[in-house]
């Protein structure tokens, strides 16, 4: 036992022996040249003890001393956070092309099926093959009208599940209510049926399995900042998501296997996954896709398209809900444009500025993806006078720039009215105008951004408001 302890030690030594030795070469290679100021962090772990539970909240703070791009040493990897307008558009519209591919990390690994996904994948055929079907059949602004009775139907079923609820006196928990109505508007589109047909446990258990998704997908794991403790699993990270992994691929196999049974029913009426399985082939050469990519992909717009929608149309009552005059003045446009003999149609909301303005101003203060995914650097760049090195992590700090005091007034006061006049009014949150981008910019810009924009998300809103 004291011969494997002290080989294990003798093992351990040399592993930190390396890493250091590369971490010291990798620094002379590049002290020639400027790299952006930022924290010195620890020997072998960097940066890493700084981040703290919150790491959006700590590189915001970390910014105001270091400035808007900033160096970090994470592990072994470099990584540059970017936390102004200005900074995001330098990488993500002028280096967007160097910054196109995604990091590897535990969660493309364990849960995006090894990252044959659309949100992981290298950017390359195969990835823009997943962002065109997915962008031509369901997520583009053609599929989207092809499907607005659908959405207007679910609608229907999420308002008449609250109704039962308030007729057996209990409790609405708004949260499971929007992930039942938007996993059974996506499965309508996917599958051409909805997933669940009544709210109940089946809905609830899926809620949950995307929360869980959601938050460990955003965790900063160790193992992925320092590659030799990746085995040893330090925080049970990785052990969780194979578990929550094997969950999802039952539920995406069977819902695959159901729906080929079924093909026969939509002759002539193809759905997504209809379009999708034309391009199946098992050897997935070329521009195919296997059934890997399939589920991946799946698993992308069941779990992003339900979660960020619940979480930002919460975060807007929660905001309506502790200041009533928000409310009262968006009853109030309601009324005057609505009225209060129908239900509210999609055509109803250009005409209510205000609820746009509510939408936006949610997105500037609750992004959901508050980090952005990160990116990493192809080959080594110059950002602002700076020194990127190839293979440096990307993150931009959407929180961060969203609460800026030097972009917004009063950035911490839930205010709509900011969005209603002056040049504010122009922003669009969809890419263009980097003061806003709760869905990032560029060629890995989110793919719902369109069924996530306010134009989607006020249907929603205004559906729970009006009755």
């Given at each position: 036992?004291?011969?494997?302890?002290?080989l294990?030690?003798i093992?351990?030594?040399?592993l930190?022996?390396?890493?250091t030795?590369?971490?010291?070469q990798?620094?002379?290679?590049?002290?020639?040249q400027k790299l952006?100021p930022?924290?010195?962090?620890?020997?072998?772990?960097?940066?890493?003890?700084?981040?703290?539970?919150?790491?959006h909240?700590?590189?915001?703070?970390m910014?105001?001393?270091?400035?808007?791009?900033?160096?970090?040493?994470?592990?072994?990897?470099n990584?540059?956070?970017?936390?102004?307008?200005?900074?995001?558009?330098?990488?993500?519209?002028?280096?967007?092309?160097?910054?196109?591919?995604?990091?590897?990390?535990?969660?493309a690994?364990?849960?995006?099926?090894?990252?044959?996904?659309?949100?992981?994948a290298?950017?390359?055929?195969?990835?823009?093959?997943?962002?065109?079907?997915?962008?031509?059949?369901?997520?583009?602004g053609k599929?989207?009208?092809?499907?607005?009775?659908?959405?207007?139907?679910?609608?229907?079923h999420m308002?008449?599940?609250?109704?039962?609820?308030?007729?057996?006196?209990?409790?609405?928990?708004?949260?499971?209510?929007l992930?039942?109505?938007?996993?059974?508007?996506?499965?309508?589109?996917?599958?051409?049926?909805?997933?669940?047909?009544?709210?109940?446990?089946?809905?609830?258990?899926?809620?949950?399995?995307?929360?869980?998704?959601?938050?460990?997908a955003?965790?900063?794991n160790?193992?992925?900042?320092?590659p030799?403790?990746?085995?040893?699993?330090?925080?049970?990270?990785?052990?969780?998501?194979?578990?929550?992994?094997?969950?999802f691929d039952?539920?995406l196999?069977s819902?695959?296997?159901?729906?080929?049974?079924s093909?026969?029913?939509?002759?002539?009426?193809?759905?997504?996954?209809?379009?999708?399985?034309?391009?199946?082939?098992?050897?997935?050469?070329?521009?195919?896709?296997?059934?890997?990519?399939?589920?991946?992909?799946?698993?992308n717009?069941f779990?992003?398209?339900?979660?960020?929608?619940?979480?930002?149309?919460?975060?807007?009552?929660?905001?309506?809900l502790?200041?009533?005059?928000?409310?009262?003045?968006?009853?109030?446009?309601?009324?005057?444009v609505?009225?209060?003999?129908?239900?509210?149609?999609?055509?109803?909301?250009?005409?209510?500025?205000?609820?746009?303005?509510?939408?936006?101003?949610?997105?500037?203060?609750?992004p959901?993806?508050?980090?952005?995914l990160?990116r990493i650097?192809?080959?080594?760049?110059?950002?602002?006078?700076?020194?990127?090195p190839e293979?440096?992590?990307?993150?931009?700090?959407i929180?961060?720039?969203?609460?800026?005091p030097?972009?917004?007034?009063?950035p911490?006061?839930f205010?709509p009215?900011?969005?209603?006049?002056?040049k504010?009014?122009?922003?669009?949150?969809?890419?263009?105008?980097?003061?806003?981008?709760p869905?990032?910019?560029?060629?890995?810009?989110?793919?719902?951004?369109r069924?996530?924009?306010?134009?989607?998300?006020?249907?929603?809103?205004l559906?729970?408001?009006?009755?």
């Open positions: 036992m004291d011969s494997l302890l002290l294990k030690e093992a351990t030594s040399i930190i022996f390396l890493i030795r590369l971490s010291i990798t620094f002379l290679k590049s002290y020639r952006p930022g924290p010195k962090g620890w020997p072998v772990v960097g940066a890493l003890p700084l981040m703290g539970s919150m790491p909240v700590t590189l915001a703070k910014a105001k001393k270091y400035g808007p791009i900033m160096y970090l040493k994470m592990g072994t990897n990584m540059v956070v970017a936390s102004t307008p200005a900074a995001a558009r330098a990488f993500l519209k002028t280096l967007d092309q160097n910054f196109s591919n995604r990091p590897s990390n535990a969660g690994t364990h849960l995006a099926y090894d990252a044959r996904d659309m949100v992981f290298h950017y390359g055929s195969r990835w823009k093959l997943l962002r065109k079907l997915s962008n031509l059949h369901m997520l583009g599929a989207l009208d092809d499907w607005a009775q659908i959405r207007d139907e679910e609608m229907g308002l008449g599940a609250m109704y039962d609820c308030n007729k057996r006196d209990e409790a609405v928990v708004v949260a499971e209510m992930t039942y109505s938007m996993a059974n508007m996506i499965g309508q589109v996917i599958l051409s049926r909805r997933v669940f047909e009544t709210k109940g446990s089946e809905s609830n258990e899926f809620k949950d399995m995307v929360v869980e998704l959601m938050t460990v955003g965790y900063f160790i193992g992925d900042f320092i030799f403790l990746a085995k040893l699993d330090l925080q049970g990270i990785e052990r969780g998501m194979k578990k929550l992994h094997k969950k039952a539920l196999t819902m695959i296997e159901e729906h080929v049974a093909s026969h029913k939509r002759k002539g009426k193809p759905d997504f996954l209809d379009m999708v399985m034309a391009h199946h082939s098992e050897n997935s050469d070329g521009e195919e896709l296997s059934l890997t990519n399939i589920k991946a992909l799946l698993l717009l779990t992003a398209g339900t979660d960020t929608s619940s979480s930002i149309i919460e975060w807007s009552l929660a905001e309506m502790k200041k009533p005059s928000i409310m009262k003045k968006a009853h109030e446009e309601m009324d005057q609505i009225g209060r003999d129908r239900r509210l149609k999609e055509s109803d909301i250009p005409k209510l500025p205000y609820f746009q303005a509510i939408c936006k101003e949610t997105y500037r203060k609750h959901s993806t508050p980090l952005n990160p650097s192809s080959e080594p760049c110059q950002v602002n006078g700076y020194y990127i293979n440096t992590r990307l993150n931009v700090n929180w961060a720039i969203g609460r800026d030097d972009v917004w007034n009063n911490l006061e205010m009215e900011r969005f209603l006049s002056g504010n009014a122009k922003i669009d949150p969809r890419g263009n105008d980097f003061e806003l981008i869905f990032g910019a560029g060629r890995r810009i989110c793919a719902g951004t069924i996530l924009s306010l134009f989607h998300l006020v249907h929603y809103i559906g729970l408001f009006h009755f």
